[in-house]
Every structure is written in C-alpha cells, then in structure tokens.
C-alpha cells in the first residue's frame, strides 16, 4: 500500500489544477510540495515564488525574462504524456536557475520546429520534466475553453 494519496482538482474538462498530497508524504520529503500552482507568464514573480516554495506550494510557469536560446544540442526528443492520456514528441531540455532574489528553481525548455524555445519555471523539485512540461501546455485547452466561453456565451464580459 502506497503511504501517500493524492487529491486532484479538475477542471470541467478534465484538465487537472491541482493535486493535494496527504501529509506522510512531506514529512518523510522536505522537498515534497503540498499542491502545485500552474499559471501564465502575467503572474511572474520571484518573490511569490519564493513565498510559495516557503509554504511548500510549488509553481509552475512561463519564464518572463528567459535570456539567451539554449544550444540545440541540449534538446532530446522526449514523451510527453498529456493529460487526457495522449503522448506526444516534444524536444525538451532542463537546468537549473537562481532567480534575481535568489530562489533556485527548475527550467525546461521546449525547442519548437521553428527553433523557438519556450521557457518553463518550476519549483517542483520531484516531478520529471516531461509532466512539467504537460502541465504548462495543459493551461492552453483552459485559455480555449474560456474564450469560447467569452466568445458564443458571454461568460465574463
């Protein structure tokens, strides 16, 4: 038997939000979060970051300011397993950075054909790249959602 459950929260269609680790999982892990926050770029900030980690909260999120591209090199063709269960290629690449106050965190990138990278900030410690990275291109069937939703039902206007 496993020592730990896991709570999800989903949205209405099926994307997870969240999920919420019982409690013998953190004390055994102190790198172990309590749940995981995934949100766009607009929320950037290493001092919530930070605030966040301290309460054992991790983020996962677009990098703001990314810097240079990453040598190509560094991308390996990987599975990416998406959260209705599909598995897709991506090229993906990870290191680790010091934000500008200091917090370590974790970066993946993904390398698109065209030679764009997009930057993903993460202080999850625990999970594989490849689920990070799910997890930050899931927000994108939300954003969908809500702007149809906006669009043909006026939701939020």
Do not use: C
């Not at 607009?42 to 919530?48: G, V, W």
């Amino acid at each position: 038997m496993r020592a730990t459950t896991d709570y999800w929260i989903h949205a209405m269609d099926g994307q997870p939000f969240f999920y919420v680790n019982k409690q013998k999982r953190m004390e055994d892990n102190p790198r172990q979060h309590r749940f995981t926050l995934v949100f766009d770029r607009e929320a950037y900030s290493p001092e919530l970051f930070a605030e966040m980690h301290a309460k054992r909260i991790a983020v996962v999120t677009y990098h703001k300011y990314p810097g240079e591209d990453w040598p190509a090199e560094e991308f390996s063709e990987r599975k990416v397993e998406l959260g209705g269960g599909g598995v897709v290629g991506m090229k993906l690449a990870e290191r680790g950075t010091r934000l500008s106050n200091g917090l370590w965190v974790r970066q993946v990138r993904k390398l698109s054909p065209g030679g764009k990278q997009t930057a993903i900030l993460s202080t999850d410690y625990e999970a594989d790249y490849t689920r990070l990275a799910a997890s930050m291109f899931a927000r994108w069937s939300q954003e969908n959602f809500f702007k149809y939703m906006q669009e043909h039902y006026g939701l939020g206007v």
